[in-house]
């Protein structure tokens, strides 16, 4: 390489998923030249379901006229705004200023990076949850801020413990980073926790930042943070169109908060994109405008593949909640789990349970040791797969833990 990295480039690696779907990738190569199927990947959250067919129809009709495809406004269109205000309204029961208070987002996932460089500074800290998702801890380091851990822990429901949090040193926290629906344990939001979250970030001055993505999934009862009261002094939303509505690639996502804040994050943002293309801007709102039966249809579905992904956790001896939320199932490794070696003792429990797995099996379950310390002992099932192929992921590992008489070796090992 002619130059040096930048060296806040040195605090990141890259994607724990872009570097194993590398791996994947070849092992299915492989695979294929020997005549075997190839690895069935239950790893990532990427709805396999098709979007609403009125956001597909409207994608191709705004695509087809010539108009549509020039620049767009950094803001987004109003009737996109205006169709995220009616979207809170209606379900979440928050009233939202369009002009003002929602900026769409190229994917909720952008907006993290965009949050953390618009209010964070060099040495600024920042409370992430352990476990979360780990573009919270990789966007801290890229904006060269001191991330924070909190804990999230089974026995609390993974919900915040505020009791430790309050005896924390607090002294530089900017931002918090929250998650409910949470990804990856579960656990479902409540008011209460909403209530608390809004209380803390307001009384120490703590802009709480709310990921909430998941809201409608195996959930019926979607919550904003910002429907507690006075939440917008200290609180945003991040929210996407990915999992509720089948439309992962699409890349459509927002953010709530006050106006103040909102005209920071667009400082960022006018510096680094031209706007959404006018026909996605056309389909979300017609994808924005679905009724209660879609959620309805969509989380019947999930409901089904839940009970299926149990029975793989069942099958490899993890432990696991029946009623969670989100798109995920969350599964503990005991001590003495048959797919564990004392031998690897360098190794998570979650990430030999994934390993004897995918090279065992050729099934590729995520370990939780990428989501945090306190995920080390769990995997992480993606629902985003059919019921058949969840069915014959259970067969794979049922077999294999039949050749190997229950032992944790495999050929690969």
């Known amino acids: 390489m002619i130059i040096r990295p930048a060296k806040r480039t040195g605090s990141v690696q890259e994607y724990y998923f872009s570097r194993k779907l590398k791996e994947i990738d070849r092992m299915n190569a492989g695979r294929k030249a020997a005549g075997q199927d190839g690895i069935i990947n239950l790893g990532i959250g990427a709805p396999d379901g098709m979007p609403p067919a009125e956001a597909v129809k409207a994608l191709a009709e705004a695509a087809s006229q010539p108009g549509n495809h020039a620049y767009q406004s950094y803001t987004g269109i109003p009737q996109l705004r205006q169709a995220f205000a009616d979207w809170y309204a209606r379900y979440y029961g928050v009233g939202l200023d369009p002009a003002k208070e929602i900026q769409p987002l190229v994917g909720s996932k952008e907006g993290i990076l965009l949050i953390s460089l618009a209010f964070l500074d060099k040495g600024d800290k920042v409370l992430v949850p352990d476990p979360g998702y780990p573009t919270y801890s990789s966007a801290t380091a890229l904006a060269e801020a001191e991330l924070v851990p909190y804990d999230l822990m089974p026995d609390n429901g993974w919900q915040p413990d505020f009791d430790a949090l309050e005896k924390m040193d ?41 990921d909430n993505p998941y809201s409608f999934i195996l959930n019926d009862n979607p919550l904003s943070i910002l429907s507690v009261p006075g939440a917008k002094e200290c609180c945003l939303e991040l929210n996407s169109l990915s999992k509720a509505h089948n439309m992962s690639g699409w890349r459509i996502g927002m953010v709530a908060a006050d106006a103040d804040i909102i005209a920071q994050i667009l400082k960022v943002k006018s510096q680094m994109d031209s706007g959404m293309f006018k026909p996605l801007q056309l389909a979300a709102i017609a994808a924005l405008g679905q009724g209660p039966e879609w959620f309805g249809a969509l989380n019947e579905e999930y409901r089904r593949r839940r009970v299926l992904a149990g029975r793989i956790f069942d099958i490899i001896g993890a432990d696991y909640d029946r009623n969670s939320s989100g798109m995920f199932l969350w599964g503990r490794i005991a001590p003495g789990n048959r797919f564990l070696d004392a031998a690897e003792s360098g190794l998570s429990s979650g990430e030999q349970v994934s390993d004897r797995i995918l090279y065992g099996a050729g099934v590729f379950i995520t370990p939780g040791f990428i989501f945090g310390r306190n995920g080390r002992d769990y995997v992480r099932i993606s629902l985003c797969a059919k019921p058949e192929i969840l069915e014959e992921s259970a067969r794979k590992i049922s077999e294999l833990i039949s050749e190997t008489g229950g032992s944790s070796r495999t050929a690969n090992s």
């Open 170 to 210: 607090l002294t530089g926290v900017k931002i918090m980073w929250t998650n409910y629906p949470n990804m990856p344990t579960g656990a479902a939001a409540t008011v209460e926790l909403y209530s608390r979250l809004a209380d803390f970030g307001r009384r120490h001055g703590i802009l709480v930042c709310n």
